[in-house]
């Protein structure tokens, strides 16, 4: 709605300016389109940046610096906005003129006008490409992972997110020769071990991001066997790693101790191979981590504790696995981390364990954004009370509501 607000106000603006210029001419069925002799580059470029794709076409048709300043300026595309307009005429007609274009994106679209042919035909003519994002395209094959290996193999950012037909071969042609990857994200797709074996002994040096959620099949989920590699052929500077609903373990966590020592983000949702072993080394070997995704029940207070001495800019974290005592409450209450204490929202969940008392004693210690959640249950600063996270909407309300926590412990089912 804003953008729509602001395009007409520009468009209006112009047709202004267009009436005012002498020898002016429009045609009553398209919106009055001012000389571009007489626009300055960053007005035009204002402009563009609030245009559908057909219209940005017909504004770059209507001179030469038009096109020039609109389309060889222009470093972004995403080809979702808008769902029902098919992208395909338009990149054939324009590819050549994105002299600059760094970043294009096919996502939310409809899984039918995203294919091999369109995205190869950009890969091939839009050389200056530096970042591809494919969202849930059904129809996009190997054959895109290939001709980014053979067309722009200085690739700096690639992501493939539930791309079905995104396989080994994908994996392969991406370590063979995009050698230069600063973020690298494949999500639920079909690669195995097997084709990540291939960036085993590549160097990686650029790395700063990996992806590797939920690849594979549930009886075929990606190991150490091949994330352990990748990891070791960084050179420290990966701050993210996503590695939700795989069978990695500890090989996987002592291998990112000792070689990100830059780590932020480290997502281990559904690893349930993880144990204290390794999570301890985790503590001493990243000390800048912010955010923890842990859900593995073989994880205890032994290693939790040690992480929250010594990565004192937690402030999300995810730990509904773990089985976690009245110690760690404790050890946020001696030495919280700085993030829940400041003015920054920050978030903790957990399963089970901790007494209701001292988790409301660490809650007074916090700042306002920071949210406590147990189970369903979440810790109400304001009314200094725990009310059920399901059920927390005015609109719907189930009877009956499941049972505050006790101060025993957060399951429901005590009385």
């Known amino acids: 709605m804003m953008l729509s607000r602001v395009y007409r106000s520009l468009r209006a603006s112009l047709g202004k300016l267009r009436r005012l210029l002498p020898g002016s001419t429009r045609y009553e069925h398209e919106p009055a389109t001012p000389s571009a002799a007489v626009l300055e580059t960053h007005l035009v470029e204002a402009v563009a940046a609030h245009l559908e794709l057909g219209d940005m076409a017909r504004l770059a048709l209507a001179s030469t610096r038009c096109r020039r300043e609109t389309l060889s300026t222009l470093s972004r595309v995403d080809f979702g906005w808008p769902v029902q307009r098919?992208?395909?005429?338009?990149?054939?007609?324009?590819?050549?003129?994105?002299?600059?274009?760094?970043?294009?994106?096919?996502?939310?679209?409809s899984s039918h006008l995203v294919t091999d042919d369109l995205a190869v035909y950009l890969l091939r003519k839009c050389r200056t490409l530096r970042v591809v994002e494919f969202w849930g395209c059904d129809y996009v094959t190997d054959a895109v992972a290939k001709a980014i290996a053979r067309y722009l193999p200085r690739m700096e950012q690639v992501a493939f997110c539930e791309c079905k037909l995104i396989g080994d071969p994908a994996a392969h042609a991406?370590?063979?020769?995009?050698?230069?990857l600063r973020?690298?994200?494949?999500?639920?797709?079909?690669?195995?071990?097997?084709?990540?074996?291939a960036f085993k002994g590549k160097r990686m040096t650029d790395l700063e991001s990996l992806g590797l959620n939920n690849l594979g099949s549930y009886a075929n989920r990606i190991s150490d066997v091949s994330v352990v590699p990748i990891i070791q052929g960084t050179s420290g500077l990966l701050h993210t790693v996503h590695l939700f609903r795989s069978a990695v373990g500890d090989a996987t966590v002592?291998?990112?101790?000792?070689?990100?020592?830059?780590?932020?983000?480290?997502?281990?949702?559904?690893?349930?191979?993880?144990?204290?072993?390794?999570?301890?080394l985790l503590a001493s070997g990243c000390p800048r981590l912010e955010n923890l995704f842990l859900t593995s029940r073989r994880v205890s207070d032994r290693s939790i504790i040690p992480m929250l001495q010594s990565c004192p800019e937690l402030k999300f974290?995810?730990?509904r696995g773990p089985e976690l005592t009245d110690a760690f409450v404790e050890q946020?209450?001696?030495?919280?981390?700085?993030?829940?204490v400041a003015r920054e929202y920050s978030r903790i969940s957990i399963h089970n364990g901790p007494s209701r008392?001292?988790?409301?004693?660490?809650?007074?210690?916090?700042?306002?954004?920071?949210?406590?959640?147990?189970?369903?249950?979440?810790?109400?600063?304001?009314?200094?009370?725990?009310?059920?996270?399901?059920?927390?909407?005015?609109?719907?309300?189930?009877?009956?509501?499941?049972?505050?926590?006790?101060?025993?412990?957060?399951?429901?089912?005590?009385?």
């Not at 991406?174 to 050698?179: F, K, T």
């Open 254 to 280: 002592e291998a990112i101790a000792r070689n990100c020592p830059a780590l932020e983000y480290l997502g281990l949702f559904g690893c349930d191979a993880v144990t204290d072993a390794s999570v301890i």
């Open 174 to 180: 991406l370590a063979r020769r995009c050698s230069k």
């Open 332 to 340: 946020l209450i001696r030495q919280p981390p700085r993030r829940m």
């Open 317 to 319: 974290l995810d730990l």
């Open 183 to 197: 973020e690298l994200e494949l999500e639920s797709c079909a690669v195995t071990d097997d084709g990540l074996r």
């Open 86 to 109: 098919d992208p395909k005429p338009i990149v054939k007609a324009l590819a050549r003129s994105w002299t600059a274009l760094r970043s294009a994106s096919f996502g939310n679209l």
């Open 357 to 415: 008392e001292r988790l409301f004693a660490f809650h007074q210690l916090c700042h306002r954004n920071v949210t406590i959640f147990v189970g369903e249950w979440e810790l109400n600063r304001d009314e200094n009370e725990w009310r059920c996270a399901r059920y927390a909407s005015n609109v719907f309300q189930p009877a009956p509501a499941p049972a505050p926590p006790t101060p025993g412990g957060f399951s429901s089912d005590e009385s």
